[in-house]
């Protein structure tokens, strides 16, 4: 399934499915389909059954291309694209200031070659990558890969973890497109990138910009409960960087630096908005040059720093790249007649004082870290709530471990660590394995333990919570 300007996409053998469940109350319904019921008739055609049920002037209209053999079965719509694309181009509502989610109920089948895409105004895609086994020639594993940017690079396919899927399992899976940031979620937990962290991919359309403007399915599977809403968000609060200063060998040399083209072209004020939004500040020359009666060389670019009251971030170049409080400061590196510059990045998730007024500093040659650049503030602990194992399932080499909270109401919550202790009988030598933590409360938490031996006991703890 692929979002065409959002694309999602079930493609090559894949079929994308959107979630099932009920719209928040904070949420507008755009579209939703059941798919109950239908059928192709004899003499009509697919796209004619799917608009005579939902493609009206008011809600938008299905398409698809020549040799497509998509049909119905038990009130799903069953895929079978033939390589071609069957596309739902809905009308009404198309916020792009707003939060879109796409919705389905999706039955996976897996391949094991990644889908090719050669559009450039899509959002993102997803298929189900299968692993398969050399010496059996069957399926291992899966995992769900989603086709984004992870940086600055072109976009690429990335493998999604948090949840096990299995090839021909049906799953509820939602597609969040907010600005250029894409999250996905299966059965209502959050997934991550393989390093347990990053929830927060930027979408692989070029010039980023744009709302969905059509969802397209490719390949083979059942769709079910298709369905997108949306949801406006409140106006952030804002912050503003104000003004730019230039060092050489940590001395402030921003009154007497002249050729600011030599230096770095700051972006004039510029507007943080405080809702995550990455924000291009400035861009700053790996080696640069100062004009004064003649070129004079301030150095290579060591750091960049972003100031206000009470504020302080800092981000130091190692070997070209930025090291220290990344998670405020960041770069994206470029060159031009062959000198390299970086585009400062300013992420505002973590900044939090509305109406401050920052400073860039930009420090060449020389320079003096502070003492504690990123000082670790007290947080209070966070009190886990009790959890329970809910299933163990056997993937390849592994032992799949899900653990969900054992009260009504619980979370698995961000902040406590969760780790699985092993035995190889029962009262036996306890091994712990390494803790994992989410990024946010969610509902469930997958652990990965070795299977090794005949047999193997499982506890799994939070902190002071146990789960046997």
């Known amino acids: 399934m692929k979002f065409s300007k959002l694309l999602t996409t079930a493609m090559m053998s894949v079929a994308l499915v959107a979630s099932s469940s009920a719209?928040?109350?904070?949420?507008?319904?755009?579209?939703?389909?059941?798919?109950?019921?239908l059928a192709i008739e004899e003499g009509g055609t697919l796209t004619n059954t799917l608009n005579t049920a939902?493609?009206?002037?008011?809600?938008?209209?299905?398409?698809?291309?020549?040799?497509?053999?998509?049909?119905?079965?038990?009130?799903?719509?069953?895929l079978n694209t033939q390589g071609t694309d069957l596309t739902w181009t809905p009308n009404g509502d198309n916020n792009t200031k707003a939060i879109t989610y796409i919705d389905a109920d999706?039955?996976?089948v897996g391949s094991d070659t990644a889908p090719t895409i050669s559009e450039t105004d899509v959002h993102t895609a997803v298929y189900l990558k299968n692993i398969i086994n050399d010496e059996t020639g069957e399926v291992a594993s899966s995992v769900l890969c989603a086709w984004v940017r992870t940086g600055t690079e072109d976009a690429t396919w990335v493998e999604l973890s948090g949840y096990v899927i299995k090839d021909g399992g049906e799953y509820n899976l939602r597609i969040m497109l907010d600005d250029i940031n894409?999250?996905?979620?299966?059965?209502?937990?959050?997934?991550?990138g393989t390093d347990g962290v990053t929830t927060k991919f930027k979408t692989a359309k070029d010039g980023y910009a744009g709302a969905v403007d059509s969802v397209s399915f490719r390949g083979t599977g059942f769709v079910d409960n298709f369905a997108a809403s949306q949801k406006v968000k409140e106006a952030a609060a804002t912050a503003n960087v104000v003004a730019?200063?230039?060092?050489?060998?940590?001395?402030?040399?921003?009154?007497?630096?002249?050729?600011e083209d030599f230096l770095f072209q700051s972006f004039g004020?510029?507007?943080l908005i405080l809702d995550g939004t990455p924000s291009n500040v400035a861009f700053i020359w790996d080696e640069a040059q100062d004009f004064d009666g003649g070129f004079t060389s301030l150095g290579k670019v060591a750091a960049i720093k972003l100031v206000a009251d009470g504020e302080s971030y800092e981000g130091i170049f190692v070997d070209g790249a930025l090291t220290g409080d990344t998670n405020v400061l960041s770069v994206e590196t470029g060159s031009d007649g062959g000198y390299v510059y970086y585009t400062v990045v300013v992420d505002t998730d973590d900044l939090t004082v509305a109406n401050a007024e920052y400073t860039l500093e930009v420090y060449y040659g020389e320079y003096t870290p502070s003492e504690d650049p990123d000082p670790d503030p007290e947080v209070p602990?966070?009190?886990?709530?009790p959890i329970k194992i809910s299933a163990i399932s056997l993937v390849g080499d592994n032992v799949v471990v899900t653990v969900v909270p054992a009260t009504e109401g619980g979370k698995i919550k961000a902040g406590v660590n969760y780790w699985a202790v092993v035995s190889a009988t029962l009262g036996g030598d306890e091994t712990a394995q390494d803790p994992v933590t989410v990024p946010e409360d969610t509902n469930s938490l997958q652990i990965t333990v070795p299977a090794t031996g005949d047999s193997l006991f499982i506890k799994v703890k939070a902190d002071t919570a146990t789960a046997k």
């Open 381 to 385: 602990a966070v009190e886990p709530d």
């Open 269 to 271: 004020q510029t507007e």
């Open 23 to 37: 719209f928040a109350a904070e949420e507008t319904p755009w579209w939703s389909m059941d798919f109950d019921g």
């Open 106 to 108: 999706v039955t996976f």
């Open 244 to 259: 730019y200063k230039v060092f050489k060998d940590n001395v402030d040399v921003t009154s007497s630096w002249q050729g």
């Open 54 to 78: 939902y493609g009206t002037e008011q809600n938008g209209v299905w398409s698809t291309e020549e040799g497509d053999l998509t049909t119905f079965e038990n009130d799903k719509l069953k």
């Open 182 to 192: 894409l999250s996905f979620f299966i059965e209502d937990t959050l997934l991550t």
